[in-house]
């Protein structure tokens, strides 16, 4: 059920790092996203996978991770995602693509929460260290990209509370994300 996924779909940042996914699996969740609504049907969205351990621990250095956590670097070795996936504009297609980057990323989201899988988005990027370190041509925007992984933290939604929407980590590592009541969003 659609409701279930969407609760289910957190944003995970630490991950079982040796449980690999496999490429039938990374292109079935691009293949959501191939299948998800474009603005004009446009499709003007490319990805490049990034799955071997050499790969992932290539592009590790080019994010920033959790940026309210200050103490935080990001996940520890053995803890990390065992895969990428890079949304890139093929700006010889289009010009704006921040609809369907949306739209693409909770796509293939949700398709990995349905597998048991978790992700997060990150758009903190060293865009130029990716682009040099996977060869990305220069006509593909780098927009977004998705890390993905067995999650193995415990990540719960909390009621805002004095207007404050920092998530934050407790003693025990469960990370806590504040959410605006429906009815402060309702208008």
């Known amino acids: 059920m659609i409701a ?17 996914i496999s490429s039938d699996l990374l292109t079935k969740l691009i293949d959501l996203a191939r299948l998800s609504p474009s603005p004009r049907n446009q499709q003007a969205l490319k990805f490049k996978i990034i799955s071997t351990k050499s790969d992932c621990e290539k592009v590790f250095p080019s994010l920033a991770w959790a940026g309210y ?19 890139l504009g093929d700006t010889r297609l289009g ?44 006509s593909l925007e780098i927009l977004l990209l998705i890390a993905l992984g067995k999650p193995i933290e415990k990540v719960v939604v909390d009621t805002v509370e004095d207007g404050n929407i920092k ?3 407790d003693e025990d590592g469960v990370h806590h994300v504040p959410k605006r009541d429906v009815n402060e969003l309702t208008i």
Not at 4 to 20: A, C, G, P, T, V
């Open 69 to 87: 956590l200050k103490d935080c670097p990001g996940p520890k070795s053995g803890e990390r995602p065992s895969a990428y996936i890079v949304i």
């Open 95 to 138: 010009s704006t693509f921040t609809v369907d980057m949306g739209i693409c990323a909770q796509s293939i989201l949700l398709g990995a929460v349905e597998e048991d899988y978790g992700g997060c988005m990150i758009g903190s990027i060293k865009r130029e260290a990716l682009r040099r370190d996977f060869e990305i041509a220069d």
């Open 167 to 169: 998530y934050w980590r």
């Open 4 to 20: 279930e996924l969407i609760r289910e779909n957190r944003s995970y940042r630490r991950f079982e790092e040796s449980h690999r």
